[in-house]
């Protein structure tokens, strides 16, 4: 692995040097932990990145690094990207929080952007993050009105709050249509392994639920609730092409908005720092089209969209009760947001234990 | 339900198994080629790719054998031909191929692709419980457990599997009896990159008709590790692949049923099971030692 990183690192020095001479005002960078092939997490990110391009043009010079490891590896790919003349970077996943401090403390004059985490240790740094958990709760409410079992099967991957949230709002939408609905989860314990992807979505379809939702970045699950003939929601982009007659949505992470924001406040000076939790309403959390499902339930789930857009409703709002039946949220009050970024708990109508 | 479980443990077992018989040959022949992985992924890549611009998945695995096979190659002449350290070549293959399938498979990302389909042989597949295991499977199923039958056969039975197991036991020797030593090695390596190609074409028109980087995930390794559990004993591979697909099924059934255990121990499982069984299983110190090749991993340079 290490190899790798410094082959890359050697790669991008050589690129960098050669793309000194373009007339760029602002160099906007990139860093992504998994390949920008998986059709998921990294993906998503270098959609926004290819979108920063296509709005700037020439003002805008972009450069990324993929597969990079969290941990150590990362520590120098941020600080390689620093000092290559960087004007803001992006680092897009959870584990690369202290490294992105410890260089963004180093390099003052550059602005960095850190997805998912929380610490923002110097004034250069700004956080991101997304509320997939609210397309989540639209899901849940369309599974079940469309199972005909009443059990749905959920694959994830790592009891971090992140997934569980996902969880506990996919259980609240549905038992707001039907109070018995049942979810049936599976860990496999890694973001992305399409063919353990794909046996945890046979072993839960061996198990009697008819839909399959997944917290895992590959297409596999999609693949095999279509040759299986029942319905599933993708995850991260539009997963229509794999299951044309299986797919009944998708929750795609649009960071095209955001990241087009961000550079254009560094070409016009006027970035700082902040801590952003954007959702449906701005834009980063989008439905994919609904299909697959009778109209009124299309209605029911553009309706619930709308009402989460326009900040009416909010899935976390009481009363709700935690799995051991104790009460969490009393009537119409709202969660906190410490409580919701540290989620580490199931609510009520979840059938597993959370790993802890 | 059973019958289910059953066909899905020998998809997740399928790749494991042809990948070990190729490597299996190979380290009989005295080379440790820790590529498999990279030869593994270059199959899938290729496969996926020559079944979508020719429309049949046939063409495609018949490319993910190709492409096992010639990324093989590279090794070979590095390590046999040039004698570099085999275990650094190994992991740069690895190394090289998780990176050149990327950029080779970048046009592919997020098409659906084609599968293999099962065949069914008529009359044999309605046998109750293992009818279908047996009998309604994907082509490259059949070729595995043929394959398996062939190199069993081919090592232990015959001339040229002796020839074989001396070159990999004492090169030196085998030199001096007048075997051809890199050419045999050579012959090896080339049969171990087809399997493992045919591994990652499986991948990529079987068990997941679909490219992404990355996405034979580990497998290569599991299957280096397993030709080392098996003692080098292709019967043993087919039972550690099996029982390592069993379990990893298994605890998927285990946790979709809500059993209290927790999921990262479950994961972790099907790895604990299967070095557990094989250990076991080849505790007679005697009888493995008999099946080490000796000169494993030993760059040979003839003398003139």
């Known amino acids: 692995m290490r190899n790798t990183t410094k082959f890359v690192l ?101 602005k960095f952007e850190h997805a998912t985490g929380y610490k923002r240790e ?26 005909e079992t009443g059990v749905a099967g959920y694959i994830a991957s790592f009891p971090i709050p992140e997934v569980v949230r996902g969880i506990n709002s996919f259980i609240l939408g549905a038992q707001s249509i039907d109070p018995d609905f049942k979810l049936k989860v599976v860990w496999v314990n890694t973001w992305f392994d399409p063919g353990k992807e794909a046996d945890a979505a046979k072993a839960l379809i061996d198990q009697g639920v008819d839909i399959i939702t997944q917290h895992t970045d590959s297409t596999a699950p999609m693949q095999v609730a279509a040759e299986r003939g029942i319905k599933a929601f993708g995850q ?42 954007h959702g449906m309403a701005e834009g980063n959390v989008v439905m994919a089209p609904y299909a697959n499902m009778p109209d009124d339930v299309k209605e029911m789930a553009q309706e619930t969209e709308a009402k989460i857009t326009s900040g009416e409703f909010e899935p976390f709002t009481g009363p709700i009760k935690k799995q051991d039946g104790s009460e969490w949220l009393a009537e119409g009050e709202k969660a906190d947001i410490g409580t919701m970024l540290g989620m580490n708990f199931y609510v009520e109508g979840v059938d597993d234990q959370l790993p802890q | 339900m059973i019958e289910a479980i059953l066909l899905t443990i020998a998809t997740a077992a399928t790749p494991l198994l042809l990948a070990a018989l190729g490597e ?14 990279g030869m593994m992924i270059m199959g899938a890549v290729a496969g996926f790719g020559a079944a979508q611009l020719s429309g049949s998945p046939w063409v495609g695995l018949l490319a993910a054998v190709c492409a096992g096979a010639l990324f093989s190659m590279l090794f070979g002449f590095l390590t046999l031909t040039l004698a570099t ?66 190199v069993w056969w081919f090592v232990f039975f015959t001339r040229a599997g002796l020839t074989l197991r001396a070159v990999g036991d004492s090169h030196v020797s085998a030199h001096a009896l007048g075997l051809r030593v890199i050419r045999i090695r050579y012959l090896a390596v080339l049969f171990g990159g087809a399997c493992a190609g045919m591994a990652g074409g499986h991948l990529s028109l079987v068990y997941t008709p679909q490219w992404t980087e990355n996405m034979t995930a580990g497998r290569g390794w599991i299957a280096l590790a397993l030709v080392v559990f098996a003692s080098w004993l292709p019967w043993r591979l087919v039972a550690g692949a099996y029982l390592f697909g069993a379990v990893t099924i298994a605890q998927f059934h285990a946790q979709a049923q809500g059993v209290g ?34 000169s494993l991993g030993k760059p040979f340079v003839p003398e003139r």
Not at chain 2, 275 to 282: A, E, K, N, Q, R
């Open chain 1, 122 to 147: 110097t004034p250069n740094v700004s956080v991101y993050s997304s509320k997939f958990y609210q397309g989540r709760y639209i899901q849940g409410q369309i599974a079940a009105k469309v199972s």
């Open chain 1, 10 to 110: 050697a790669a991008v020095a050589a690129f960098g040097l050669a793309g000194q001479a373009s007339a760029a005002e602002v160099k906007a960078c990139f860093v992504y932990v998994g390949p920008i092939g998986d059709f998921g997490w990294s993906y998503q990110h270098d959609q926004g990145r290819l979108a920063v391009e296509e709005e700037f043009g020439d003002k805008v010079e972009t450069a990324y690094l993929e597969s990079v490891p969290e941990g150590a590896d990362a520590e120098r790919a941020i600080e390689r990207f620093a000092r290559s003349g960087c004007d803001i970077i992006f680092t897009t996943s959870f584990g690369y929080m202290d490294p992105t401090n410890k260089i963004a403390a180093k390099f003052p004059d550059v």
């Open chain 2, 261 to 294: 255990i927790p999921s990262q121990f479950l994961s972790a499982l099907p790895y604990l099971a299967t070095i557990f069984v094989l250990v076991l299983i080849s505790s007679n110190r005697r009888m493995t030692m008999r099946n080490t090749p000796a």
């Open chain 1, 236 to 277: 991260a982009s539009d997963m229509a092409n794999f299951g044309p007659e299986t797919q009944l949505t998708s929750i795609i992470d649009d960071w095209a908005p955001y990241y087009v924001e961000r550079v254009k406040a560094v070409l016009d000076g006027t970035w700082e720092s902040q801590d952003v939790w």
């Open chain 2, 85 to 150: 350290n085999q275990v650094a070549t190994g992991l740069s293959l690895t190394i090289l191929g998780l990176g050149l399938s990327g950029m080779l498979g970048e046009s592919f990302v997020g098409l659906p692709g084609l599968k293999l389909q099962a065949w069914a042989i008529p009359g044999l597949s309605e046998i109750p419980l293992i009818g279908k295991l047996l009998f309604a499977q994907d082509p490259i199923f059949y070729i595995s457990i043929a394959l398996t039958v062939a």
């Open chain 2, 24 to 37: 299996l040959v190979v380290e009989r022949s005295g080379v440790l080629n820790l590529g498999v992985e």
